[in-house]
T-cell receptor, first 115, second 109 residues
Framework: NAGVMQNPRHLVRRRGQEARLRCSPMKGHSHVYWYRQLPEEGLKFMVYLQKENIIDESGMPKERFSAEFPKEGPSILRIQQVVRGDSAAYFC?????????????FGNGTRLTVT | TQLLEQSPQFLSIQEGENLTVYCNSSSVFSSLQWYRQEPGEGPVLLVTVVTGGEVKKLKRLTFQFGDARKDSSLHITAAQPGDTGLYLCAGGNTDKLIFGTGTRLQVFP
């Protein structure tokens, strides 16, 4: 039973380019969460999605960032016109229920470097 | 905004020592989870506590949820080098988990 799969593991983009981060949740999980982590820090919530719906995007910047979780295929976190401050590790997690009490299963992250 | 502050931020100890990590908030949480993260990997769940005052043991690790459900602690007995990692508490409320600031533990042989 494959875990949460994120790709790419490492992504290098120049300022102004677009970054697309993909996340395939565990089989049977319909809840996906995206978190961002800076070195030596905790995880900052960005967005919570269920299939085809954004449930909570309160942690995601209003501009340049978007997320989707289509009926078929992986969840995508898209960052347009990247800036150096976007450099971080982005983690995706999935669960079979809302994470109120249920554990989150994390992928190994995508490390984005903006040059 | 709900915040979870962890202390200490960094901890370096010798193998065999005991340690306690604290997770504090001014907000009440419905549940509290602890995760451990190793370099280059995602966090992995250690435990979930849901009842105020609850104590859970996982081998040498003891987790406690405060009576008011605003704080939690993680105690490790006789730490081993394999315990090295980033420990994260996370509070559950409404629809998402809010993560703490993290405690980086290093255990030297």
């Amino acid at each position: 039973n494959a875990g949460v799969m994120q790709n790419p593991r490492h992504l290098v983009r120049r300022r102004g380019q677009e970054a697309r981060l993909r996340c395939s949740p565990m089989k049977g999980h319909s809840h996906v969460y995206w978190y961002r982590q800076l070195p030596e820090e905790g995880l900052k919530f960005m967005v919570y999605l269920q299939k085809e719906n954004i449930i909570d995007e309160s942690g995601m910047p209003k501009e340049r960032f978007s997320a989707e979780f289509p009926k078929e295929g992986p969840s995508i976190l898209r960052i347009q016109q990247v800036v150096r401050g976007d450099s971080a590790a982005y983690f995706c997690a999935s669960s079979p229920y809302s994470s109120y009490n249920s554990p989150l299963h994390f992928g190994n992250g995508t490390r984005l470097t903006v040059t | 905004t709900q915040l979870l502050e962890q202390s200490p931020q960094f901890l370096s100890i010798q193998e065999g020592e005991n340690l306690t990590v604290y997770c504090n908030s001014s907000s009440v949480f419905s549940s509290l989870q602890w995760y451990r993260q190793e370099p280059g990997e995602g966090p992995v769940l250690l435990v979930t506590v849901v009842t105020g005052g609850e104590v859970k043991k996982l081998k040498r690790l003891t987790f406690q949820f405060g009576d008011a459900r605003k704080d939690s602690s993680l105690h490790i007995t006789a730490a081993q080098p394999g315990d090295t990692g980033l420990y994260l508490c996370a509070g559950g409320n409404t629809d998402k988990l809010i993560f703490g600031t993290g405690t980086r533990l290093q255990v030297f042989p």
